[in-house]
């Protein structure tokens, strides 16, 4: 079983940044696909980033340029750096894991973008 907690969120004004980190516990194998989703009230989940386990990355076009997906293998991290944070980026936060033919979800972080 895995298990992934994310953290870091909060509110924050337009422009500033947050990273959430998400951090996935249990059996994890070397070979895996780490993914940012987020969740908007009214909205349906979409997906933010994609971090392979080659280093590939991948981002929707609405973040393109401002958020910024790594993850460190030694310590089961991955890591969403936001920068440049829009009110449209208020959500919840969600990482997702996908090893051997099964997904795993965390229980999401909110973040809020507000003046």
């Known amino acids: 079983q895995v298990q992934l907690v994310e953290s870091g969120g909060g509110l924050v004004q337009p422009g500033g940044s947050l990273r959430l980190p998400c951090s996935a516990s249990?059996?994890?194998?070397?070979?895996?696909?780490l993914y940012w989703y987020r969740q908007a009230p009214g909205k349906q989940r979409e997906l933010v980033a994609t971090k392979t386990n080659s280093g590939a990355t991948d981002y929707a076009d609405s973040v393109k340029g401002r958020f910024t997906i790594s993850r460190d293998n030694a310590k089961n991290m991955v890591y969403l750096q936001m920068n440049s944070l829009k009110l449209e980026d208020t959500a919840v936060y969600y990482c997702y894991l996908f090893q051997r033919g099964n997904g795993y979800w965390g229980q999401g972080t909110q973040v809020t973008v507000s003046s």
């Open positions: 249990g059996r994890i194998f070397s070979s895996n696909a």
